[in-house]
């Protein structure tokens, strides 16, 4: 390919090394796309290394996952070619990344986008959106990215959040940037937006932020909503931020109650050999998210209780996990 070459596509190069043969496409449920798009980013560069990061750590992963009692591989993941970013601007570049999401979509899998900034979740939810007409967003992120322009532009990574509440609902959870603007537009609309660190027990704001959910959700995770100290390769860093424990706070009852149709992990930004275990531990969140994403399928054609179970009890068996932690 002709763009700054990252090597994905050499044979062996693959999500948790898995093997991506035309018949693992076929037999694969789930889909990592890598999306090395970098052209919006303001301040620390370095994201669209990030595909190529996360994939290499990816390869060191124990397929067996002890904390969901799972080999997660046979689900079957298949990793796509790399996308080739297109620099005319960041609306072809939506643009195409939802004709991408859509043919992956068309032929059943899930998407698990790799980027790359985070203006690539337009596209993905674009192409969501058209198949599932009960599609909603679930965003973890340190800023709200709901500016309705930034520097001129209306489809950037600091205005994608406002673009895609246009096209379906969104909860926001781990905000703790945002400017004086959108602060007004939450509140104006009352949008279900989980600022950090939450004022109230999650027993209470978990399941009100889930509530606003629908069966079919695309989750959206910036890196930047871990905590600065524990994951500082991001462009825009931020204290104040949320541990590996509380992601999985949100995203294990979302996986148990919902169907997850794809997600994405943007805006890592690997700009040292020192971010390798930042990116280790992002292909761990993507490879068990992958696993509870699963799990859910399964359960919903076994008729397993443990999909029925209700947030509220999802939020009450988190609890209890912490305490006895
Ligand atoms: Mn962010």
Redesign the pocket.
Known sequence: MGHEGTGLTQSGFSFAGLPSSTQDRLSSRYVVLPVPYEATTEWLSGTRHAPFSIIDSSRLLELYDCAIDTDVSEAGIYTAEEMAPDMSGPQSMTDKVEAEVGRWLDEGKVPVLVGGE?TISLGAVRALAARYPDLSVLQL???S?LRNDYLGARVS?ATVMRRVREICPAVQIGIR?LSSAENHHIKENNLPVVFWPPKKPSSEWLPAALSHLTDSVYITI????FDSSILPW???P?PGGLTWDDVWQVLEPVARTRTIVGFDVV?FCPREAGAAPSAYMLAKLIYRLIGYSWLHTLGESNNDTRAQRTEQEASSAWLNHRTLQ
């Open positions: 985070h992120d340190a800023h990215d990574q940037s910036d890196a930047d909503v991001v462009g825009t931020e805006e």
